[in-house]
Nanobody
Framework: VQLQASGGGSVQTGGSLRLSCLAS????????MGWFRQAPGKEREFVAA????????DYADSVKGRFTISRDNAKNTLYLQMNSLKPEDTAVYHC???????????????WGQGTLVTVSS
């Protein structure tokens, strides 16, 4: 399965973006899915996750109340609606199939190419 994120771009503080992640070459409808981000010089950071059915979501404290994760299994697509963006949200955002251990961990071979989000002040 290949995962391709899109929808990134440059916005000003307070702006919004909607990221999409399309799965091809197979289905991810039975997997929990998540978004991660990595800013330059920083470690990868968990952003949000959603169960396979979409019935449960989890968010990092830093994005709670501003970001919304959702999915459309019929379209094999994962979404991340990002509102009230801040400069500290600047990063490359990746989608992945995930499993929860102590924290959410991406599954091997289910890690997508990222899309860059830049938020200017």
């Amino acid at each position: 399965v290949q995962l391709q994120a899109s929808g990134g771009g440059s916005v000003q503080t307070g702006g919004s973006l909607r990221l999409s992640c399309l799965a091809s070459g197979g289905t991810v409808s039975s997997f929990a899915m998540g978004w991660f981000r990595q800013a330059p010089g920083k470690e990868r950071e968990f952003v949000a996750a959603i169960t396979w059915s979409g019935s449960h979501t989890d968010y990092a404290d830093s994005v709670k109340g501003r970001f919304t994760i959702s999915r459309d299994n019929a379209k094999n697509t994962l979404y991340l609606q990002m509102n009230s963006l801040k400069p500290e949200d600047t990063a490359v955002y990746h989608c992945a199939a995930v499993v929860r251990r102590v924290e959410y961990v991406p599954l091997p071979n289910y890690w997508g190419q990222g899309t860059l989000v830049t938020v200017s002040s």
